[in-house]
Every structure is written in structure tokens, then in C-alpha cells.
């Protein structure tokens, strides 16, 4: 059975679009900055719940989906690495730990890493879209 990737892929592209626009954006406008910056991260915590449920559903389907089922993010990672899915799966928990502070980025410095991180998620989000387009069949 193939995987339905239409939702993943526009979540990618808005993710990806938006970044492109916030280091376009003039920095001497803070409000439109911070603006800016939460759009990437809501972009962020969509394509990053997308992302990593893609990665499961793959695995339940081309492996044993009682191996997938029940197991922490860490593993899941793990899992999708062992199969080509991703590239590190120590970057995904990277992310996993990003996408979990997102609730707290009324926090400047917070925010910011969030913002940091989304932006460096669109490299390896790509690649995942690329391995699971290469094997959905």
C-alpha cells in the first residue's frame, strides 16, 4: 500500500517558503520579525508532526508493524535510519526536542532556537520526502 505524501509535501514547501521569506525580511522591523518567526515554527511543529508519523506509518507498512508499534521517538528514528529514511536520527531527536519547546516561545531565546532549528529541518525533511517518493509503492 502506498502512502498518501500530498499533506507532508505542502507542509515542506509552506516550511520551506516561509523561512525563505523571513531571511528576505528587513531586520529593523521587529514586529514583522517575530511575526515571521511564528509562522516558520507553526510551519515547523506541522511538517515535523507529518514527518515523523510518515516515518512510522512507512515502517509499519515494509516491516513488522508490531516492531513500530509502542516505540519511543528515539527508536522510531532509529528504525528510519536503519531503513534510509533519514540520515541521523540523532538531528531527528534534535528536532523532536525542538518541536516539544515550541509551547514556550513567548520565550525569546527559546523562540529563537525553534526558529533555528525549523530552519535546519528543511534539509533533512526534503531528504525524508525524497526516500519515501523513491519507495512508495
Known amino acids: ?3 498518501q505524501l500530498d499533506s507532508l509535501a505542502k507542509s515542506i514547501d509552506r516550511l520551506e517558503r516561509s523561512v525563505k ?3 528576505k525580511l528587513d531586520t529593523s522591523d521587529e514586529d514583522l520579525q517575530e ?4 509562522g516558520v515554527i ?3 511543529k506541522v511538517a515535523y508532526e507529518l514527518s515523523w508519523k510518515m516515518i512510522k506509518r512507512w515502517l509499519e507498512e515494509n516491516i513488522v508493524a508490531a516492531s513500530v508499534d ?6 522510531l528514528f532509529r528504525l528510519g535510519a536503519e531503513n534510509r529514511l533519514i540520515a541521523d536520527p540523532e538531528l531527528w531527536m534534535d528536532y523532536h526536542k525542538a518541536r516539544n519547546s ?4 513567548y520565550n525569546e531565546d527559546a523562540a529563537e532556537r525553534v526558529f533555528a532549528k525549523a530552519t535546519e ?3 533533512d525533511v526534503k531528504y525524508l520526502l525524497r526516500m519515501l517518493k523513491a519507495r512508495n509503492d
Not at 70 to 75: A, E, I
Open 1 to 3: 500500500m502506498s502512502l
Open 21 to 23: 521569506a523571513a531571511n
Open 35 to 38: 511575526t515571521v518567526r511564528a
Open 42 to 44: 507553526q510551519h515547523f
Open 70 to 75: 509502542g516505540v519511543t521517538q528515539r527508536n
Open 102 to 105: 515550541t509551547s514556550h516561545t
Open 121 to 123: 529541518f528543511v534539509h
